[in-house]
């Protein structure tokens, strides 16, 4: 089945899997975002309560695209068979891809000095830089989480 078919053509809102994929990406790492900011970063100490609420969001809104761009990368590289629903080998390659992307993002952004942590953040050294483990294990985890409740769940209201 292809990412973009529609899940049911029973209903005319039906969505396609990277519909539903994304609506769950949305929640769950909205939810995360929101948990982690406070007390494992810095940044709401300077920000202003409309900054609190946007960058946030915006963060969400990236890791959508995150999600949805590894599920296509895994798609292109094993097929879509791979993707809806993810296949052992699916799911390892986007376990592989979506641990090292969460790598990468991170350390670009603590590199670019993005944000900064509390000592509450565990941290592993990359690259000469304090890469926080919080937000590899949601860029590892969630896009795998997002994908399989898309498929078990293809209808999430």
């Not at 990406?25 to 406070?38: H, I, M, V």
Request: neutral net charge.
């Amino acid at each position: 089945r292809a990412l973009s078919a529609p899940m049911s053509a029973a209903s005319p809102f039906a969505l396609s899997f990277l519909d539903a994929a994304a609506l769950y990406a949305f929640a769950l790492n909205g939810a995360w975002e929101y948990a982690q900011l406070r007390p494992l970063y810095t940044c709401p100490e300077r920000w202003s309560w409309g900054e609190r609420l946007l960058w946030p969001l915006a963060a969400t809104l990236g890791d959508v695209l995150i999600v949805g761009g590894l599920a296509a990368l895994v798609a292109l590289l094993t097929g879509s068979d791979a993707v809806v629903p993810p296949s052992t080998a699916g799911w390892a390659l986007l376990l592989g891809l979506s641990f090292t992307a969460s790598l990468f993002f991170e350390w670009a952004a603590r590199r670019l000095r993005i944000w900064n942590y509390r000592p509450a953040m565990p941290t592993l050294r990359l690259g000469g830089e304090a890469v926080g483990l919080a937000p590899v294990a949601q860029i590892t985890l969630l896009p795998a989480l997002s994908l399989w409740l898309a498929g078990a769940f293809p209808h999430p209201f």
